[in-house]
């Protein structure tokens, strides 16, 4: 147990330390802290509705991709699509972001108890919470069908 505690920290730090790009010297302002979270967030938002899942995962905080494979969550099958993204909301309260984003989602072919489910597009608010670790943000990682956070399937 010890071990894979080590191994996440390690990780963690080697994570942070490579995904720092802003200014690390001083702390960043109120409205550089909400600048960068809109960039980022719309950064993710853009790879969803493209399809790069890549992008996508390298914006989970560190703690997820610590354990989670990023080529295992590229080769996931998504057959869910997403179109015009805007942020409608965001609330930061320290290091702590809730995001709202505004899309439109349509579901097509996911297979479900035997069933081809699909379901034609539909305007969606996704609520999102958003970790700011060493001076970036970072996508907390929700699986929404178990609604829990850091969970994959």
Not at 70 to 89: L, M, S, T, V
Not at 95 to 121: C, F, H, S, W
């Amino acid at each position: 147990m010890k071990k894979m505690l080590s191994i996440a920290l390690l990780a963690f730090v080697l994570v942070s330390c490579a995904t720092a790009t802003t200014k690390t010297s001083q702390a960043l302002s109120k409205e550089e802290k909400e600048k960068l979270l809109r960039d980022r967030v719309m950064t993710v938002w853009t790879a969803m509705v493209g399809g790069d899942r890549g992008i996508v995962y390298d914006m989970y905080y560190p703690f997820y991709r610590a354990k989670q494979d990023r080529d295992a969550f590229k080769g996931k099958a998504i057959n869910i699509y997403y179109y015009n993204p805007y942020i409608e909301e965001i609330d930061i309260k320290g290091d702590v972001a809730t995001v709202k984003v505004r899309q439109t989602y349509e579901i097509k072919g996911i297979k479900m108890l035997g069933k081809e489910v699909n379901q034609p597009p539909k305007e969606a608010i996704t609520t999102e919470t958003w970790i700011f670790v060493d001076n970036n943000w970072y996508r907390e990682y929700i699986n929404y069908i178990m609604d829990r956070p850091g969970v994959d399937f």
